[in-house]
């Protein structure tokens, strides 16, 4: 049972406020609760706090902020931004959830620039698919381990405890409070920590098969992309606690990992002129419905799926290093006709010349081509525990449970329904501002007079 039920626990050590999870959300919900006057302690299962953010660009998304201003862009509201994020996701958002996220967006960046000193810059060039302005923050080596390093900088600074290599098994509650966490170490050695508020910020599912079955069956099966220890603990507890989920079926995925060597290939190719074959040598979807979308429709076309570009798109890409480690690695296969690929993807010829002959692209393939062998994949889930505007976890008959709250991975994203309504950076639009949103609220609980 991952709950015990202890009323008299004699912990070890009691804090104000718990976070669980080292990632983005649960270091900005530990700035954020720090900085509301709270003292507050971060359990890690890693030796190392990484997850999920570690694995992205450390792309963030806000609207209003001081960078944006000082690029020129003046017009962008949190409206604006929730209405992009609606129109991706078919208007499945919770309003409510969303225009917290939105609005809360722009502030968090700010605060996370000029007071925790994080060096963000507003990532140059257009604005990414879907969104109606250049909104885009991230470290200047658009890199999610620099992001992780500078919050860990960030939150030594402040001098917040994080205790590294503590895998937290169970919940201890009285009632639907919980009172404290136990904490395992690596040589099986257990700690009782007890807690005023505890923030679930130990991000979503996509490391557990049973429950990618169970939520996602169309991803069943698929290389699982992202952290290996998101197994849904924050879920399963929260359910035990009586905890509603929202969302559950939604996901980020991607249509275009090399395999077997498990290097995202990037979706530009496609949006610029390449197409995806079967085995069969047809061409068997829109590549323009995007990556996400596109992931478990490539998944059902087996494990011989290629990615069909030309030089021209070949030579572009060799100067980002993923694409630059397949051709190293020997992953690139290339013919001077559409024949010659074909024979050495072991393809039908005449299929694959009609195919590419009749592609329709713009612009079209030419020759010389190149063929990299991809499949569906599972980047992150995207649904979870369903919170309101404050981050506070919910019954489903929609009361609050007393002291729990849930940012990222681990509470309901804002994504839709399905793997067709995730946004650039959702991701960690959610994990940072929930983050910011829980910390405070919980701090704001346990500093409060009775």
């Known amino acids: 049972m991952c709950l015990v039920d202890g009323p008299h626990i004699d912990f070890d050590i009691t804090v104000p406020v718990v976070v669980i999870g080292g990632g983005a959300c649960g270091l900005v919900a530990a700035l954020s609760a720090h900085d509301h006057g709270a003292e507050v302690v971060v359990l890690e299962r890693d030796s190392l706090p990484r997850g999920s953010t570690a694995l992205s660009s450390g792309m963030i998304t806000a609207c209003g902020t001081a960078l944006q201003k000082s ?8 409206e604006l931004f929730a209405h992009d994020i609606q129109a991706k996701a078919g208007g499945k958002v919770n309003p409510d959830l969303l225009k917290a996220i939105c609005s809360g967006a722009g502030p968090t960046i700010d605060w996370l620039v000029a007071v ?19 909104r885009t923050h991230a470290p200047p080596t658009n890199s999610g381990s620099d992001l992780m390093a500078d919050l860990l900088r960030a939150v030594e600074a402040a001098d917040i405890d994080v205790m590294t290599n503590a895998t937290v098994n169970k919940l201890f509650v009285e009632g639907e409070r919980v009172s404290g966490v136990l904490i395992e170490r690596p040589d099986g050695s257990t700690e009782r920590l007890g807690c005023g508020a505890l923030v679930l910020a130990s991000s979503g599912f996509g490391g557990n098969p049973d429950m990618v079955a169970s939520y996602l069956p169309e991803m069943a ?22 905890a509603a989920c929202d969302d559950m079926g939604s996901f980020q995925g991607h249509g275009s990992v090399a395999t077997p060597h498990a290097i995202t290939v990037s979706w530009a190719l496609l949006n610029s002129g390449g197409i ?53 690695l020997g992953a690139i296969k290339s013919g001077a006709t559409a024949a010659d690929l074909a024979h050495a993807c072991k393809l039908p010829v005449d299929v694959f010349e009609a195919t590419l002959a009749t592609a329709g692209k713009s612009p079209s393939l030419t ?12 980047l992150q889930t995207q649904g979870g525990l369903t919170i309101d505007s404050n981050a506070r976890i919910l019954r489903s008959d929609g009361v609050a449970l007393p002291n729990l709250f849930a940012g990222g991975g681990a509470a309901q994203g804002i994504s839709g329904s399905d793997g067709t309504g995730y946004l650039s950076c959702n991701g960690l639009l959610s994990a940072v501002t929930l983050g910011r949103i ?8 346990v500093t409060v007079s009775p």
Request: charged share 20%.
């Open 367 to 378: 020759a010389p081509y190149y063929a990299i062998r991809v499949t569906g994949a599972l």
């Open 438 to 445: 829980a910390g405070r609220e919980a701090a704001r609980q």
């Open 71 to 78: 690029a020129g862009i003046t017009d962008d509201n949190s």
């Open 276 to 328: 995806l074959v079967n085995a069969m040598g047809n061409r068997f979807c829109d590549e323009s419905l995007g990556a996400s979308e596109l992931a478990a429709t490539v998944c059902q076309q087996g494990r011989n799926v290629w990615s069909i570009i030309d030089k021209r798109l070949h030579d572009g890409a060799l100067r980002f290093p993923d694409f630059k480690a397949l051709e190293q």
């Open 221 to 242: 099966g698929a290389i699982y992309f992202g952290h290996e220890g998101n197994k849904g603990e924050a879920v399963r507890w929260g359910q035990a606690l009586g």
């Open 116 to 134: 925790h000193n994080l060096n963000l810059v507003l990532v140059d060039g257009p604005p990414y698919p879907g969104h109606s302005r250049q």
